[in-house]
């Protein structure tokens, strides 16, 4: 079996104290990579560390996350700016996007800060990770002007209806990031699933978020993608052999480790 997390938080203080038991599980589980999403100017330490420690086996990505934008987000964006600039092996930008779900008091510095983040994607030819959270329309508009550019990308986490799976298919070089949610008993995704190619989807945790079914309720950790994995094959009727190969690599060529 050979499975990619192209979403996880490792390095997040849920892990600290089994982090190597949590790799080893996920190895145990066929995992071959796992990407690594920055949040904010706090988590690039912790996750470089965690990176540097299981080099060639995790991969960081830089980038300040939605709900992190606040008052104070032009220091995070030159911190962001700065990492982007130095030698490093980002794979990514990550995550960023528009999350309005809790609130909406900085929209207009998110949608900035999500513009500004596609800049920098295109100038240092990296892809972006999308976190979109009751932004969909929002995001799409600001993607909109790009659809003939060289930008490609992941939309994480999708959960919404087909309508806008439809609408992010649009973007050639863009894939949907399922996760837990799909095993979730009032999901919708397997009935939106049905209408997308396998060859735009890619797998991942958002670990220690979002576990799947039979786990729910525990901390999430990168093995089990494989029980995502599961219901995928099931949703497309084909082995979740086949499913974990074309999942990988479709993975890999998104963040430029497989031509």
């Known amino acids: 079996m050979r499975l990619v997390d192209s979403h996880s938080h490792l390095f997040l203080d ?4 089994d982090l190597q038991q949590v790799m080893a599980h996920a190895q145990a589980a066929g995992v071959t990579h796992i990407f690594m999403p920055n949040i904010d100017s706090t988590t690039i330490e912790p996750m470089l560390r965690v ?5 060639g086996y995790c991969f960081p990505m ?3 996350h939605p709900t992190s934008v606040n008052a104070d987000y032009k220091k995070e964006l030159a911190i962001v700016s700065e990492h982007l600039a130095m030698p490093n092996d980002y794979v990514a930008i990550g995550e960023i996007g528009m999350d309005l779900y809790w609130d909406k ?4 510095e998110q949608q900035f800060v999500f513009e500004q983040q596609i800049q920098w994607a295109l100038e240092y030819e990296l892809p972006i990770v ?7 329309d929002y995001i ?3 993607l909109k002007p790009y659809k003939t550019s060289p930008l490609k990308g992941i939309f994480h986490s999708f959960t919404g209806t087909l309508e806008e799976a439809l609408r992010i298919l649009e973007f050639p070089d863009f894939s949907i990031g399922i996760n837990g949610v799909v095993t979730f008993k009032k999901s919708n995704l397997p009935e939106v699933l049905s209408s997308i ?3 735009r989807i890619v797998l991942e945790t958002d670990s220690p978020y979002l576990t799947p079914v039979p786990n729910r309720g525990k901390r999430n950790e990168s093995a089990n993608v494989k029980d995502t994995l599961l219901k995928v094959a099931e949703i497309y009727g084909k082995p979740p ?5 074309i999942t990988s690599e479709n993975a890999l060529k998104v963040f430029g480790i497989l031509k």
Not at 14 to 17: I, Y
Not at 51 to 55: D, F
Not at 105 to 108: D, H, V
Not at 130 to 136: L, M, P, T, V, Y
């Open 14 to 17: 849920e892990f600290q104290s």
């Open 51 to 55: 990176c540097s420690e299981y080099k």
């Open 62 to 64: 830089m980038g300040l």
């Open 105 to 108: 008091t900085f929209l207009k």
């Open 130 to 136: 999308i976190h979109c959270r009751e932004a969909f």
């Open 140 to 142: 799409y508009n600001v």
């Open 197 to 199: 190619p396998l060859a």
């Open 241 to 245: 052999e086949e499913v974990g190969c």
